[in-house]
């Protein structure tokens, strides 16, 4: 991708300023891979604070949650598996650990567990979306395509719906249906005028022609 592109970092679609963040990989490899919002969990969870959790098991839980800073901090909460409420959350921070690190199968497998055994779970879009972002950091473009569209059928009023309108219409250029996916991408500059999201959008509909598919980073 042109250097000239301004770089984004992370992204939370709760907060418009922070689209600043989006676009990491944009600059870094080249392939305007966005990185989801799969770690907004941990800010929602953060402004939860430990009065939600009372239960002093799972309130130590938590903040042994908070306090890890490493996936095998992470990996011996979900094994210990303490508490019913912690335990979902910890297997949706790892995910967000291993996809930052670009350990993207090991992202996959993680969200497609958590969306196994807490499937009704409030996060649960959470992971499905950072699943359809694994499957594209791992290349898997007409996959994610696939994801991306049917997350936006079953959560077509979620706040994480614009981030996966904006992946929907990557992974359908990416995977050759340019048309289509500049389309979804139009509809998102109009409807969002004025918006970050919007120069976002329009950013990758004028770098149509130039978006590659991910390559898996060497290990």
């Known amino acids: 991708m042109a250097k000239e592109e301004k770089n984004l970092q992370h992204a939370t679609p709760e907060t418009v300023d922070e689209l600043e963040s989006l676009k990491i990989w944009w600059n870094k490899y080249g392939n305007a891979v966005t990185i989801v919002a799969v770690i907004i969990l941990i800010v929602v969870v953060g402004k939860q604070r430990f009065e939600s959790f009372r239960e002093r098991r799972t309130a130590q839980a938590m903040t ?113 249906k340019k048309d289509e996916g500049k389309a979804v991408l139009d509809l998102l500059i109009t409807e969002k005028a004025g918006s970050r999201w919007a120069v976002y959008a329009d950013e990758l509909a004028r770098a149509k022609d130039r978006l590659k598919i991910p390559q898996i980073p060497s290990t």
């Open 64 to 176: 042994d949650l908070d306090s890890a800073s490493s996936p095998q901090a992470v990996e011996e909460i979900i094994t210990a598996n303490k508490s019913s409420v912690v335990t979902p959350l910890a297997r949706l921070r790892l995910g967000s650990f291993y996809f930052n690190a670009e350990q993207y199968s090991l992202a996959l497998s993680t969200y497609e567990e958590f969306l196994a055994k807490h499937p009704r779970h409030n996060f649960a879009p959470v992971a499905e979306l950072g699943l359809a972002h694994s499957l594209e950091a791992t290349g898997k473009v007409s996959e994610a395509a696939d994801k991306f569209e049917k997350f936006l059928q079953k959560n077509p009023d979620s706040f994480l719906s614009i981030p996966a309108r904006l992946g929907l219409g990557r992974t359908l250029i990416l995977s050759g």
